[in-house]
């Protein structure tokens, strides 16, 4: 995996004093200074799912069904060509649903038909076959592509470095905090770790996955995804030799 374009720091930091109890005869408790630090990790996208579907209508609900999956066959059937060997295809929504009409007047809404729909996720590591297979399940048939989601095969690498640089990025804040109360950091009481974030940041605010009429191929962008980390560590501060 390459490594990060780009690492971008930000620190949210608070910080609270605890004293002994009042009247307490046990050992006080320490003073203590808790500091929240967050990193975040910019990656390239080494993976994609397009959802196709594939939505077909008819007065009776088995010719609905018929129709349907002849057609998501021959979509299939071109998605696995434009895609290659290791594309991954996995079904992953199925719904047969009656369309009523409602009278002007009010009334009972009457059955005039059913809608079938079928979506197929498509799983794809190679980024340069998007636009092909796009254009591959329409022209064949699918009259949807209802999401594109970037992602990375292996999150762990750029996960591991915003944490250490979260941790890093508190540490230093709490030590500075510390050194400006005139006081020192002695250990670390507490890790609290957030649950790590992979937002995707598209080129002009979103990814351009337009499904087009003409012969030109769809034009995919697949921007970047920023792994965010964020860690609260609790600190033992005591007075600093002078």
């Not at 397009?50 to 009776?60: F, H, K, L, N, W």
């Not at 609905?64 to 057609?71: E, L, M, T, V």
């Not at 079938?116 to 048939?141: C, E, F, K, W, Y």
């Not at 989601?149 to 250490?164: C, G, I, K, S, T």
């Amino acid at each position: 995996m390459k490594l990060p374009v780009a690492i971008a720091l930000t620190a949210a930091t608070s910080w609270a004093i605890a004293q002994p109890y009042p009247g307490s005869p046990a050992v006080p408790r320490p003073a203590t200074i808790q500091v929240t630090g967050e990193a975040q990790v910019s990656e390239t996208p080494d993976r994609v799912y397009i959802d196709i579907g594939v939505s077909t209508r008819a007065p009776r609900s088995e010719d609905a069904a018929s129709h349907n999956a002849a057609r998501v066959a021959t979509v299939i059937a071109a998605v696995k060509r434009a895609a290659g060997p290791d594309a991954q295809l996995t079904t992953t929504e199925y719904s047969v649903s009656p369309d009523y009409s409602y009278p002007r007047g009010g009334g009972t809404a009457t059955v005039v038909g059913y809608t079938v729909s079928n979506v197929v996720q498509v799983r794809l590591d190679d980024l340069r076959r998007v636009g092909g297979v796009i254009d591959a399940a329409t022209q064949a048939g699918s009259n949807t592509v209802q999401n594109i989601r970037f992602a990375l095969r292996d999150e762990q690498v750029p996960r591991n470095q915003a944490l250490r640089q979260a941790v890093l990025n508190a540490s230093q804040d709490a030590g500075a905090l510390a050194d400006a109360l005139g006081l020192k950091v002695v250990r670390v009481l507490a890790v609290d770790e957030g649950s790590p974030q992979v937002e995707p940041v598209y080129p002009r605010g979103r990814v351009f996955a337009q499904v087009q009429a003409a012969a030109a191929p769809t034009p995919v962008e697949t921007g970047t995804l920023d792994v965010s980390a964020t860690v609260t560590l609790t600190v033992e501060v005591a007075p600093a030799s002078r």
